[in-house]
């Protein structure tokens, strides 16, 4: 079939896109000489990770148990389950240790002591990445805190569980203005993290950590060097990239591999309504730091060299509906005509489709499967 | 099995609240003497659209051709497509209209022709309601335009089509500061169809509109009287209401029937970090002309009589994290505990989710599917 026939909404990917935008990000690792353990988060698809174990990606990160669940069932067995661990996982992640070996994060004593009883009680043994915080305070211990140190040796001590290493995630680069900042920040996180690791191997040489793990699709983007110390990077979005990614300086347009590929359903005098709102996009507003006017991703030419289409802005979305305010400028376009999008936070949308219809030029050449979902549907 | 039992994020939906919330809503549309035709793009769940059957709904208004072919399967055979056609659904909507009787939306003079042609070629005949706009800018003809008159004209003409009636959404009441607001846009909106109404009967008898429709659920939760002449309303959030809608007026906290309950993953000094982001909740930010402080959801307690818990507020939210601003008089929360959110936005929060888990008190008494996804997903 050809993109011209679809019934939209449908997400389009382009292969050769995503294919290069694997490939850069492996060859920069290999050059930097640290280990690739790319966020599946972004993707939650079994052949693109594929793609990348192919190209030499270490291991994966997930941030859910349904993630972690999946990717085991097809065959991934070096899993970081990068999100602090709350006791309703301990189970499933037991479950997922017996078909692969799942790195899982702590940041706080309490669920260091919990875990490991329920590690003795199955007679298990975990291995836990203490999650640092270097600046972003979502998640993690703060680096250079007395904390940071006891709760290793914390972990280090709990039957039941191997420190394995520190992990970091640099996520305030998100709310840079510059890509000097973003660089700026990469470095000072990587500094952080050496910094840490230092000092636990000087308290205790069974503390230096075996991994040293950063990661963010602008920080390695952007990065030309890596610290000694760093072993390990785990970018994620840089599969697909997406308008933020743009509106950050990590890419250019002409590498956003996922779009959206929409029907103009009305037209009218100042705009034109399109079949993609909310759940086709999401209602991520992109990097709103920036002081840009509001726009919920950006109508691009379909196929060949990317170009942004002048005259046209997404304004605003509704369930189902999107409005684009047209400019004097704008194409003439007509109902039933199609407008590709590239959406401003690429895993959001994609966590909103089943499948990807993978394109090459206008040929849909394969379709894959998004493993979209919660453990809650699980539940029994 | 008992709602602390939870692996989460996860979905509830309390089934008190929801059949409240229809009864009271059917109740009404039969006091003011019009057909309800609730929307389901909030639902999309055949369970609780045979709910709405039993309380005496007329028909189903829906947003997609996904959703118009998962319902006409499930047996719902009097349904209207609310969103104008464009050509890609030409074909989905004639292999529906096999199984039932589906009425659809045009507001361009170009689609009249085109699928006239189609029709006529098909050998079928549709059903259209003409789409009306009466302040909300996004679809539709203005009503008090000559066009709106000429393309009743044009759609009663043309071969293979049978104009029925006239609908309009009122979506911007969602944009009122006030109940009185609300109330007001809403008494215009039901003069302006009536009027067009009338003038397209006196026009020409044959254009007198069998159907007279608007509907919102603001709207519909805070009227008392409908205009002579209204024959139809279609809300749809009032199932589950949420959190925009209380701000808004048209429900209290404890008529909210859908939350996700998701699991403290992280405690700090001045935060909490729960398991529930973008992918369980919707970066929705809800009313932001309200000026309100931004927050992604209401944390409440769980279970009996709904109330928010004072000093939680949910200030971000990244894929999977939902950071959690602690005030001083917020409760002491720890690792594992769960919270219980009703989310800014119902419709796009169940849309992230496969299951509704029904609950009665603290028991999961059914689980019901979500029929979410694209016509692009069977693209083939």
């Not at 600046?135 to 250079?144: E, I, N, P, S």
């Not at 743009?246 to 590498?255: E, H, K, P, Q």
Request: charged share 25%.
């Amino acid at each position: 079939m050809r993109v011209e026939s679809f019934v939209t909404p449908a997400l389009l990917l382009d292969r050769h896109r995503l294919e290069r935008n694997i490939r850069r990000m492996a060859e920069k690792a290999r050059r930097l000489g640290v280990a690739l353990r790319p966020h599946i988060k972004t993707h939650k698809c079994v052949e693109i990770a594929k793609i990348q174990r192919n190209h030499g990606a270490t291991g994966i990160t997930v941030s859910t148990v349904y993630e972690a669940m999946t990717f085991a069932r097809a065959g991934f067995d070096d899993i970081t389950y990068a999100v602090p661990l709350s006791p309703d996982k301990f189970q499933p992640v037991r479950e997922i240790a017996d078909a692969a070996r799942i790195k899982i994060l702590l940041d706080n004593p309490t669920t260091v002591d919990r875990l490991s009883d329920f590690c003795v009680e199955q007679g298990i043994s975990l291995d836990v990445m203490m999650k640092v915080d270097v600046g972003y305070h979502r998640c993690g211990v703060t680096y250079d805190s007395p904390e940071a140190v006891h709760l290793a040796e914390r972990i280090h001590a709990a039957p039941g569980l191997r420190f394995v290493g520190i992990l970091t995630h640099e996520g305030h680069v998100y709310d840079a203005s510059t890509t000097a900042e973003i660089r700026r920040r990469v470095d000072d996180a990587q500094r952080a993290m050496v910094s840490l690791a230092r000092k636990l191997k000087e308290r205790n040489a069974a503390l230096a950590p075996e991994v040293v793990s950063i990661g963010s699709t602008p920080g390695m983007s952007l990065v030309e060097e890596i610290a000694d110390g760093i072993t390990e990077v785990r970018p994620g979005n840089y599969v697909f990239y997406d308008y933020e990614q743009v509106l950050l300086g990590s890419c250019g347009i002409d590498d956003c591999a996922l779009t959206v590929v929409a029907s103009v359903v009305g037209v009218y005098d100042d705009r034109i309504v399109i079949d993609a709102g909310a759940t086709a996009l999401s209602v991520d507003p992109g990097p709103e730091h920036l002081n840009l006017q509001r726009a919920f991703g950006r109508i691009v030419r379909i196929n060949g060299e990317r170009a942004e289409i002048p005259g046209l802005t997404i304004v605003s979305l509704s369930q189902e509906h999107g409005k684009v305010r047209l400019e004097d400028n704008a194409d003439k376009l007509t109902i039933g005509d199609h407008v590709e999008i590239v959406p401003n936070h690429s895993c959001l949308t994609a966590n909103l489709f089943d499948t990807y219809h993978v394109i090459e030029g206008d040929k849909v050449v394969a379709r894959w499967r998004i493993s979209r979902g919660h453990c809650g549907s699980a539940n029994v």
